[in-house]
């Protein structure tokens, strides 16, 4: 089967950075995603990786090893309003649907 | 661009009746989409992927004649919850897939259904 693990939950200081890890056991592996979501509300996209390495996007970048498995979500100068869920979600190709497997989420709550 | 619009965006229903949820993708065509649902601080739970013109691919342990999904044109997806019970109660997300586009997944808005 499908594996993606996350930390349940961090907290972090505002201001700070944190790193939001993600490993996975996967077969067929097409690209891992980063995705946030606030409660009740759907999940918005952040980032994309399918090559190794470090993609960054302004303060959000997410590493990838696909040797190792792992990846992780590094969030800069923390702002209150980051304080969501934030979701791996590795692709796997399967007869042509691509479809996401999510990983099991971290809670990010962002104190003063 | 790339906007997926889900409806409704909260159902109350009864036991034992049944519940449509609509997925439109408003600007682009999706050959495939997805339905997840998601309980209370819980991830996302992939139940089925849907192909235009065919029948949907339904995860395992996912009753397919009571999540009855129809992917009747490019742009649209429904999803039926038929004879519905207090524990269907969930927040279901619908996902769509650009067609030719790299990677792009847009979700939808979400529908909040409580059975009572």
């Known amino acids: 089967g499908q594996n993606i693990d996350q930390p349940t939950e961090m907290t972090a200081t505002e201001g700070a950075i944190v790193q939001i890890n993600c490993t996975y056991q996967?077969?067929?592996?097409?690209?891992l995603f980063w995705y946030q979501q606030h409660a009740g509300e759907a999940p918005t996209f952040l980032s994309y990786n399918v090559l190794d390495g470090l993609e960054e996007k302004g303060r959000f970048s997410s590493f990838l090893s696909r040797s190792k498995g792992y990846s992780y979500l590094l969030l800069k100068e923390l702002q209150m309003k980051d304080s969501a869920s934030y979701l791996c979600?590795?692709?796997?190709?399967?007869?042509?649907?691509?479809?996401?497997?999510f990983g099991t989420g971290t809670q990010l709550k962002v104190e003063l | 661009g790339a906007v997926v619009s889900q409806h409704p965006s909260r159902v109350i229903c009864k036991s034992g009746t049944s519940v449509k949820i609509e997925c439109r993708s408003l600007d682009f065509q999706a050959t495939t989409m997805f339905w997840y649902r998601q309980f209370p601080k819980q991830s996302l739970m992939l139940m089925a992927t849907s192909n235009e013109g065919s029948k949907a691919t339904y995860e395992q342990g996912v009753e397919k004649d009571k999540f009855l999904i129809n992917h009747a044109s490019l742009t649209l997806s429904t999803l039926t919850v038929t004879s519905a019970h207090p524990e269907d109660s969930s927040f279901y997300i619908c996902s769509a897939r650009r067609d030719r586009e790299g990677y792009g997944y847009t979700f939808g808005s979400g529908t909040r259904l409580t059975v009572v």
């Open positions: 996967t077969s067929g592996f097409n690209g």
């Open positions: 979600a590795v692709r796997l190709l399967t007869g042509g649907g691509n479809k996401l497997t």
